[in-house]
């Protein structure tokens, strides 16, 4: 068995009450490996009062951009294994790997997953100058170059638009951006032509118009823009992708301090003052165990990588 699901296993099946019960013993620190105002840094500090109320310990989002977020999420897997500096992250931290083979981590070994916190749908959206529909968008990149923006090289972003080019023929050369609001300020600029992005990402631009949203890249229409057709209406079949966030703490965490992590995000997932926050930025919530998340990542893990070789993405 991988050593990432041993130790999920282990922190499950051995948490000792005494030590869950002292935590947390000081603030908290949760690096978010992107930008400010991205998704994952709009979720973290919804997340973060509740689990301040919950320890009765400052929550401190610490944001450290760079690398596709690998940066932030090297800096946490060099941390003291106590609890007190964990990572919120998206799904690039099971993207990044099938193209960056130097990282300074092993996903599999250094982290430990202690919960999936939520899922959201992407949108390709475009300027407020752009294209109105998605076939103009294709149609208008084989006539004058086009750019694509992404989060940062390996992220989810990043695989979504390569599925979405690959998928579509249209001819888009990719820029990478250190996450998702440094990504929309290039689309708002006219940087860049299109960007898979988030609702919450998207955010006030979405609604004043400053982008417009060409389609969700999945199978079905989402509630928070039922006017916006499906990549599958559109002719695209196998253009689901979504990204999620998800918590990590460095290896060799108490295995009662990671589920107790665990118990308490997920009791703030289930308020329903969280829930009314969240859901109309898109995000749909989870409720995993270490466990269950460590074999989610494992999976995901390989079939990133086999998409990277498929799609020859890759450094």
Known sequence: MKTLLTAAAIALGLASPMLAEDYPSGPVTIVVPYSPSGNTDVLARHLAPYLE???????????????GSMVGTAIVSQAAPDGLTLLATTSAYVTAPAIQKDLPFDPRADLIPITNVGHVSYILVTGENGPDTLADFIESSKAEPKFAATAGLGTTTHFAIEQFIADSGADVDVVHFK??????????SGETDIYGSSVSSAGENLKSGKVKALAVLGNERIEVLPDVPSTKELGFDGLEIKQWVGMFAPKGTDPAIIDKINA?????????EFIATVTPLDWTLDNTSPVEFAQQVDVELTKWADLAVKQGIGQ
């Open 53 to 67: 109320a919950k320890w009765g310990q400052s929550v401190v989002i610490d944001n450290r951009p760079g690398g």
């Open 179 to 188: 996450g998702g609001g440094p990504a929309v300020v290039s689309i708002l």
């Open 264 to 272: 308490d995000v997920n009791e703030a997932l289930a308020n329903p």
